[in-house]
């Protein structure tokens, strides 16, 4: 087993508002009688002579191990993670675009633009899908690409494109394999917002 991954799910619960005292007494117990942590320790079925939930042969101590449990130890006493930047965070967690739960499909206008990646959302009639695929192209169906989508727990359906830098617009329809949500046969079309370069 890796200790790492122990302190990992400890910044997960943190993260979710919770408290990781069992996860940080968890990895000192993977520690060996220097204190030191190491990179694996053995599971339920060790070797004869070993003994469940000490350090293996491996790399001890291992930094990123080590590591993982200070950051830990930290996170824990603050409440928040330490080891993520504040900017990131505000970024490409606080500020992430949510689709809009009145529409079928959504998307953020701003990234409408060649060269842009746009996250298109989906929840129409064939949300209830095992599978979807976003089938999309530009300028009149060029360049055809189906994109698997990933289901979100808002249930909505999600895929990122990479908008083409030559192009004036996007086609785009919804298929699971064997219906299509086209928009009634007219598909979805939507203009690419030029891009303007500063002088």
Known sequence: MWP?????RGHLVIASGGNADSYLATMRAFANSSYMISEQ????????????GTPTK??????????????????????KIMDMPEIVYQRYVSNLYKPHQDKTVDYNQAFV????????????????????????????WQSVTDKP????NDGFWEATIAIPLSGTALNFAFTDGNNWDNNGGSNLNKTLSPVFSRR
Request: aromatic letters at 14%.
């Open 4 to 8: 790492i991954f122990t302190g990992e």
């Open 41 to 52: 320790v053995w599971d339920l079925n060790a070797p004869s002579g070993f003994t469940p």
């Open 58 to 79: 491996s790399m001890t101590p291992l930094s990123w191990s080590m590591g993982e449990y200070i950051t830990l130890l930290a996170s824990n006493y603050t409440g």
């Open 113 to 140: 633009q060649p060269g842009k990646a746009l996250t298109i959302y989906y929840k129409g009639f064939l949300a209830s899908s095992e599978q979807l695929n976003l089938h999309w192209g530009r300028d009149n």
């Open 149 to 152: 989508m990933l289901k979100r």
